[in-house]
């Protein structure tokens, strides 16, 4: 995958199917995202059908294999900032991929590994999320409220869409944000909100969160080049 003139260079870090990856790679393929391009896609997990789609594109996909620590816990309780731990082996070998294929931003579509504040503090406002449910535009605090006045719990970690059904809203949504040590608590670049419908189980939300999402991350790719985008 080449464009033209290649000014924003992405990596992707994907866990499971990639189809945010895929919704990236069709804007990039229909002009819709000009000067923007995939330098590698980077997946924990073997069998991520994430890689083959990167693959069937022509675009590096690497398997990094990704040290388990106690930070993991923290997908049970997100609300504990992540450790300032030194640089993992793993995180150590992400940091180098990124430098050699030199990466402007990073994506994280579908990523299931919390990164360490010692990670992030390299690239500073250059990593992105995509979360299944709505946070504050700080990404900060315990409510969020929707475009009618409701109030609702923020729901972060694994399992949000779960989470939202569970609490009996009506109303939820996907985000994009920047990834800040607190998970799923950085600044909202762009969201869009969800009604929640009778009968919906976790599966047919998420379903239809993941039709929102892939607007929103090309959305926010976009965003993001063009603040970066020299004057
Ligand atoms: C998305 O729903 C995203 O919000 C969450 O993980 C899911 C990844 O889906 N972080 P996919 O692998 O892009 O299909």
Same mark, same amino acid.
């Given at each position: 995958?080449?464009?033209?003139?290649?000014?924003?260079?992405?990596?992707?870090?994907?866990?499971?199917?990639?189809?945010?990856?895929?919704?990236?790679?069709?804007?990039?393929?229909?002009?819709?995202?000009?000067?923007?391009?995939? &330098?590698?896609?980077?997946?924990?997990? &073997?069998?991520?059908?994430?890689?083959?789609?990167?693959?069937?594109?022509?675009?590096?996909?690497?398997?990094?294999?990704?040290?388990?620590?106690?930070?993991?816990?923290?997908?049970?309780?997100?609300?504990?900032?992540?450790?300032?731990?030194?640089?993992?082996?793993?995180?150590?070998?992400?940091?180098?991929?990124?430098?050699?294929?030199?990466?402007?931003?990073?994506?994280?579509?579908?990523?299931?590994?919390?990164?360490?504040?010692?990670?992030?503090?390299?690239?500073?406002?250059?990593?992105?999320?995509?979360?299944?449910?709505?946070?504050?535009?700080?990404?900060?605090?315990?409510?969020?409220?929707?475009?009618?006045?409701?109030?609702?719990?923020?729901?972060?970690?694994?399992?949000?869409?779960?989470?939202?059904?569970? &609490?009996?809203?009506?109303?939820?949504?996907?985000?994009?944000?920047?990834?800040?040590?607190?998970?799923?608590?950085?600044?909202?670049?762009?969201?869009?909100?969800?009604?929640?419908?009778?009968?919906?189980?976790?599966?047919?939300?998420?379903?239809?969160?993941?039709?929102?999402?892939?607007?929103?991350?090309?959305?926010?790719?976009?965003?993001?080049?063009?603040?970066?985008?020299? &004057?």
């Amino acid at each position: 995958m080449s464009s033209q003139n290649p000014l924003l260079r992405l990596g992707v870090l994907v866990s499971g199917t990639g189809s945010n990856l895929q919704a990236i790679i069709d804007a990039i393929e229909s002009q819709q995202l000009p000067g923007v391009e995939i &330098a590698l896609v980077v997946s924990n997990k &073997a069998d991520a059908y994430g890689l083959q789609r990167a693959l069937k594109h022509d675009i590096p996909a690497i398997y990094l294999p990704w040290e388990q620590r106690p930070v993991g816990a923290q997908f049970i309780a997100p609300e504990i900032i992540a450790p300032k731990l030194a640089i993992s082996e793993s995180e150590s070998r992400l940091t180098t991929l990124h430098h050699l294929f030199q990466v402007d931003l990073i994506v994280l579509a579908g990523w299931m590994r919390i990164l360490s504040a010692a990670f992030l503090e390299q690239f500073p406002q250059h990593v992105i999320n995509i979360h299944p449910a709505l946070l504050p535009d700080d990404g900060k605090g315990s409510t969020f409220t929707t475009k009618n006045g409701i109030q609702i719990p923020v729901f972060r970690g694994l399992h949000a869409v779960r989470q939202a059904l569970d &609490a009996g809203v009506k109303i939820t949504g996907s985000c994009v944000h920047f990834v800040t040590p607190e998970v799923d608590s950085g600044p909202v670049i762009c969201r869009e909100e969800v009604v929640i419908e009778e009968g919906d189980t976790e599966e047919t939300l998420h379903e239809r969160l993941k039709i929102v999402e892939h607007r929103l991350i090309v959305k926010a790719v976009e965003s993001f080049k063009v603040l970066h985008e020299p &004057a």
